[in-house]
């Protein structure tokens, strides 16, 4: 299915092109609760760690372990969450999650005012925290598909993924702050305030969203089945396979990486709370330029060579920070820029292949796609927290940080020796859907990897003009 250029005024459909896509008032309510909700979801994700670190001094192997609890809901709900997505309204699902967090977070940081936060707590709100934001994320993503058209996919989600930029900027620079000069019962309450923001916004989306029917009393055998359905559907679909693979290998990595990187900076370089956080912020501005080029790179040099370049680029980076000694201004400088290259790889790769995914993946399976994609990626990050504070504990930070950082470069090799790497300038189609080439006919050929063109389509046998 081509992607329209900006200057199209109808798209097949008959519905306004991509150009309207802000002039949908339920898309900008979604856009605004989503720029709240990874605001706060960004902030928490600094302040628990560095609480850790610098208040309850936590040893290496107490923060892999923090770091674990917060990320082990990717392993234990993605997959039910998926169901349970595919079923039910993802408005209601994302008000709920909303509420729940900002309850949480506001509890916590009643108990902190009243000294009773220690290291059990913030393993209690972790694992609460990370378990309603895998209900967000799963809900937004499948969210868009029913808001907006699928020609509208790539600048959808490149908005919300640009909202996601802002948030990585504001939210580990203000987390840090408050951290380090005020203290962690109010920067739990802010990341608490950014929730009840998008509970607002969210709510507010009026669009009717089709749901398939439900049984009354659903048998536990057939959220099962729906489970293995999304499972199939993925492991027989090759980019999505490929997607999982290469997630797997980053999420993991990464996981370890970012253990060992939050007490590099401040143990080994002696960095201040405040720099931390504008380190880690640093991702957030190459993050806004990647998401912002999103929407035009792919359509000009292909989809799997932005994929592939950008993850190389971006991961690449992280291989400098060993390097690095001192808190010098020289030092800071590098951190900056070592983390606003790593976002805009990442970015790119995120919003690249978040399109790549909704695209091959027909609206009733959005959901179950989403989480199993999250469940096989995301859910060894509780292993990779683990084994980053284990080798830091053994082996060094330094050392630690290098071997780490070099696992990360698994997943740009994984693409690059897939049919991924070679998915053209054109998004690929869900399979049964036809693609329609520039007369505006079917193209049926479905190997969407072989070629950069639909001149490919032309000499694939069922391909038509």
Same mark, same amino acid.
């Given at each position: 299915?081509?992607?329209?250029?900006?200057?199209?005024?109808?798209?097949?459909?008959?519905?306004?092109?991509?150009?309207?896509?802000?002039?949908?008032?339920?898309?900008?309510?979604?856009?605004?609760?989503?720029?709240?909700?990874?605001?706060?979801?960004?902030?928490?994700?600094?302040?628990?760690?560095?609480?850790?670190?610098?208040?309850?001094?936590?040893?290496?192997?107490?923060?892999?372990?923090?770091?674990?609890?917060?990320?082990?809901?990717?392993?234990?709900?993605?997959?039910?969450?998926?169901?349970?997505?595919?079923?039910?309204?993802?408005?209601?699902?994302?008000?709920?999650?909303?509420?729940?967090?900002?309850?949480?977070?506001?509890?916590?940081?009643?108990?902190?005012?009243?000294?009773?936060?220690?290291?059990?707590?913030?393993?209690?709100?972790?694992?609460?925290?990370?378990?309603?934001?895998?209900?967000?994320?799963?809900?937004?993503?499948?969210?868009?598909?029913?808001?907006?058209?699928?020609?509208?996919?790539?600048?959808?989600?490149?908005?919300?993924?640009?909202?996601?930029?802002?948030?990585?900027?504001?939210?580990?620079?203000?987390?840090?702050?408050?951290?380090?000069?005020?203290?962690?019962?109010?920067?739990?309450?802010?990341?608490?305030?950014?929730?009840?923001?998008?509970?607002?916004?969210?709510?507010?989306?009026?669009?009717?969203?089709?749901?398939?029917?439900?049984?009354?009393?659903?048998?536990?055998?057939?959220?099962?089945?729906?489970?293995?359905?999304?499972?199939?559907?993925?492991?027989?679909?090759?980019?999505?396979?490929?997607?999982?693979?290469?997630?797997?290998?980053?999420?993991?990595?990464?996981?370890?990486?970012?253990?060992?990187?939050?007490?590099?900076?401040?143990?080994?370089?002696?960095?201040?709370?405040?720099?931390?956080?504008?380190?880690?912020?640093?991702?957030?501005?190459?993050?806004? /330029? +990647? @998401? %912002? =080029?999103?929407?035009? &790179?792919?359509?000009?040099? *292909?989809?799997?060579?932005? !994929?592939?370049?950008? $993850? #190389?680029?971006?991961?690449?980076?992280?291989?400098?920070?060993?390097?690095?000694?001192?808190?010098?201004?020289?030092?800071?400088?590098?951190?900056?820029?070592?983390?606003?290259?790593?976002?805009?790889?990442?970015?790119?790769?995120?919003?690249?292949?978040?399109?790549?995914?909704?695209?091959?993946?027909?609206?009733?399976?959005?959901?179950?796609?989403?989480?199993?994609?999250?469940?096989?990626?995301?859910?060894?990050?509780? /292993? +990779? @927290? %683990? =084994?980053?504070?284990? &080798?830091?504990?053994?082996? *060094?930070?330094?050392?630690? !940080?290098?071997?780490? $950082? #070099?696992?990360?470069?698994?997943?740009?090799?994984?693409?690059?020796?897939?049919?991924?790497?070679?998915?053209?300038?054109?998004?690929?189609?869900?399979?049964?859907?036809?693609?329609?080439?520039?007369?505006?006919?079917?193209?049926?050929?479905?190997?969407?990897?072989?070629?950069?063109?639909?001149?490919?389509?032309?000499?694939?046998?069922?391909?038509?003009?």
């Amino acid at each position: 299915m081509p992607v329209p250029s900006v200057s199209s005024s109808v798209s097949d459909s008959g519905r306004p092109a991509p150009s309207s896509l802000w002039r949908n008032a339920d898309f900008r309510r979604l856009w605004l609760g989503q720029t709240a909700s990874q605001l706060g979801e960004h902030a928490s994700l600094v302040v628990l760690p560095l609480f850790a670190v610098l208040t309850l001094h936590a040893s290496a192997a107490q923060l892999g372990a923090l770091r674990a609890v917060g990320q082990a809901p990717i392993l234990l709900l993605s997959l039910f969450v998926g169901a349970w997505v595919d079923r039910w309204r993802t408005r209601t699902t994302m008000v709920l999650t909303d509420v729940g967090r900002a309850v949480a977070l506001g509890a916590a940081a009643l108990a902190g005012l009243f000294g009773r936060l220690d290291l059990h707590g913030l393993l209690a709100l972790a694992f609460a925290v990370g378990a309603l934001s895998v209900f967000f994320d799963v809900a937004y993503q499948a969210s868009l598909v029913r808001l907006v058209e699928r020609d509208q996919l790539v600048r959808g989600n490149s908005a919300l993924e640009g909202s996601r930029s802002a948030a990585q900027i504001g939210g580990p620079a203000l987390g840090g702050t408050l951290v380090s000069l005020l203290s962690a019962p109010l920067a739990a309450a802010s990341s608490a305030m950014f929730f009840a923001l998008s509970f607002l916004s969210i709510r507010r989306i009026r669009r009717s969203e089709s749901l398939p029917a439900r049984p009354e009393h659903p048998h536990p055998s057939r959220v099962w089945r729906q489970i293995q359905e999304g499972l199939r559907f993925v492991a027989g679909n090759t980019a999505l396979r490929t997607v999982c693979l290469a997630s797997a290998a980053f999420q993991f990595s990464f996981a370890a990486t970012m253990t060992v990187y939050l007490l590099f900076l401040p143990r080994e370089l002696h960095l201040s709370g405040t720099v931390v956080g504008l380190a880690l912020a640093a991702a957030g501005p190459g993050a806004l /330029l +990647g @998401s %912002l =080029l999103a929407a035009r &790179l792919p359509s000009r040099f *292909g989809h799997g060579a932005v !994929l592939v370049g950008a $993850a #190389a680029v971006g991961d690449g980076a992280f291989l400098c920070v060993p390097a690095l000694h001192g808190s010098s201004a020289a030092t800071v400088a590098a951190l900056l820029a070592v983390g606003f290259v790593f976002g805009f790889g990442g970015q790119l790769v995120n919003v690249t292949v978040m399109a790549v995914r909704q695209a091959v993946t027909p609206d009733g399976m959005q959901g179950r796609a989403a989480a199993t994609i999250t469940f096989v990626g995301g859910g060894l990050t509780p /292993l +990779g @927290s %683990l =084994l980053g504070g284990f &080798l830091a504990q053994e082996w *060094g930070l330094r050392t630690s !940080l290098l071997v780490t $950082a #070099a696992g990360m470069m698994l997943s740009p090799v994984i693409m690059a020796l897939s049919p991924l790497a070679l998915l053209g300038r054109e998004l690929p189609v869900a399979h049964g859907t036809p693609a329609f080439n520039s007369k505006g006919h079917s193209c049926r050929c479905g190997a969407w990897w072989r070629g950069r063109s639909r001149s490919a389509c032309r000499r694939r046998p069922g391909g038509s003009e």
